[in-house]
């Protein structure tokens, strides 16, 4: 089968990662590290893993970091290569193990796919302590078992990614879409990332708040895919009070607005300029550091993870505010005296794990599935662009150039 796969080599790793800051679309050339190459299908690694066939692949952000070279080295030691890419998955069970038709799963289901490998997926026993408490997503052996090196499906050898025609998953990973349409079922995964984030990290009313006088006034630094599934998430889980956006591009910020913003920013500008007018703001610029705000927006929620979107957060989040960091962040240089200063709390969220909701844990692609199939996700239109696999060149460079191709969610069909 044909596969969108991901070489390592360091010198070629790091040409890539030049000439990417210079002109993106040059990381898709013939010295980049991505090609598309005649693969065997992966194996079933046991009786209760399932082969599928995917409908929709995403590309994620953090597909593009890889693609880019603008991922960190620190999760080199996790990963394995080469991989196929492709973690925002639904598709069809074409084959099943015997324990998983044992299960409950048939040949000719759709499904959605949670990429990540733990111990369950792995076949350890007992859990790691991460595992046995619930949160998967920070699973300490995500280099062994029957899996080996490789954190989730689209980045691990053995198991395969959708940016191909089949992969492989464990039953745990499985989950029934119902009604939904694979073109909303392939942003669950995303709307996972973003709705974790809100669910651990909520806002609060009056009384609840630091200043303990006053609802949170919610920031969104970023309008892509995962800003605005936050803004969503926000209001689906019955968030009602004030959600602002900033955003670069106008069409992002339409899709804001959809999502349920009450404000959106397409500048750094009018963005201070909204935080200092909050009752009780005062705007500040020192003469060798950049400009900042006392009394801005209280929890702010960074779906960016650049140098650029951190800066803003941490100039602009109220003293003793939250700073929530849903986007991939990598190797970034920040100021962080207002951490100190002004009591800053700053929070990373995986999308993998429970959640509280409606008064139990429970895992977050439920939640997710339940929350998309109860409110229409259609009317966002948040795939944009489809691309069978021999065109990846073109659906990276969709992807890659937001602005020129007016994308928000781009996916491989991968097709026969």
């Not at 879409?177 to 073109?183: M, V």
């Not at 209001?235 to 959600?243: P, V």
């Not at 900033?246 to 920013?265: C, I, P």
Request: hydrophobic letters at 40%.
């Amino acid at each position: 089968m044909r596969a969108i796969r991901f070489h390592y080599r360091p010198a070629r790793y790091l040409w890539t990662r030049w000439v990417a800051k210079r002109r993106p679309a040059l990381a898709l050339g013939p010295l980049g590290c991505i090609s598309l190459d005649d693969v065997e299908p992966p194996a079933l690694p046991g009786p209760d893993w399932v082969r599928v066939e995917t409908t929709l692949s995403g590309i994620c952000g953090s597909d593009l970091a890889a693609v880019t070279a603008h991922d960190s080295f620190t999760l080199e030691p996790f990963g394995a290569y080469p991989f196929t890419f492709g973690h925002e998955n639904v598709g069809r069970i074409v084959e099943t193990g015997p324990e998983a038709a044992r299960a409950g799963w048939s040949v000719g289901e759709r499904v959605v796919v949670n990429p990540m490998l733990a111990c369950a997926q792995r076949g350890l026993e007992p859990p790691c302590a991460a595992c046995a408490r619930g949160e998967y997503g920070l699973c300490r052996r995500t280099t062994d078992g029957i899996t080996g090196n490789g954190p989730m499906i689209g980045y691990c050898p053995a198991v395969g990614g959708g940016w191909s025609r089949w992969f492989v998953a464990h039953v745990s990973q499985l989950h029934r879409p119902g009604d939904l349409p694979d073109e909303v079922a392939v942003l669950t995964d995303p709307f996972a990332s973003a709705l974790r984030g809100v669910l651990l990290h909520p806002p609060a009313r009056a009384g609840e708040t630091p200043d303990g006088g006053e609802d949170d006034v919610v920031l969104v630094i970023g309008a892509g895919s995962i800003g605005a599934l936050t803004v969503k998430a926000l209001r689906l889980t019955g968030w009602t009070g004030t959600i602002a956006v900033l955003g670069r591009y106008r069409f992002q910020l339409e899709l804001a607005e959809r999502a349920g913003a009450d404000l959106v920013f397409g500048s750094r500008k009018e963005a201070y300029d909204w935080a200092a007018s909050l009752p009780g703001a005062r705007a500040f610029k020192p003469t060798l550091a950049p400009r900042f705000v006392e009394g801005g927006p209280s929890l702010v929620y960074d779906t960016v993870g650049s140098a650029g979107s951190i800066s803003d957060a941490l100039a602009l989040t109220r003293e003793g505010g939250r700073i929530v960091l849903v986007g991939a962040a990598a190797r970034l240089s920040a100021d962080w005296t207002r951490v100190w200063y002004r009591q800053l709390s700053v929070a990373g969220v995986f999308a993998y794990g429970l959640v509280p909701y409606d008064g139990r844990r429970r895992d977050i692609y439920d939640v997710s599935l339940e929350l998309m199939q109860r409110d229409g996700f259609a009317e966002l239109g948040m795939l944009t662009h489809v691309f069978d696999l021999e065109d990846y060149r073109a659906g990276l460079s969709a992807a890659l150039d937001k602005d020129g191709h007016r994308s928000i969610k781009v996916a491989f069909k991968p097709g026969d």
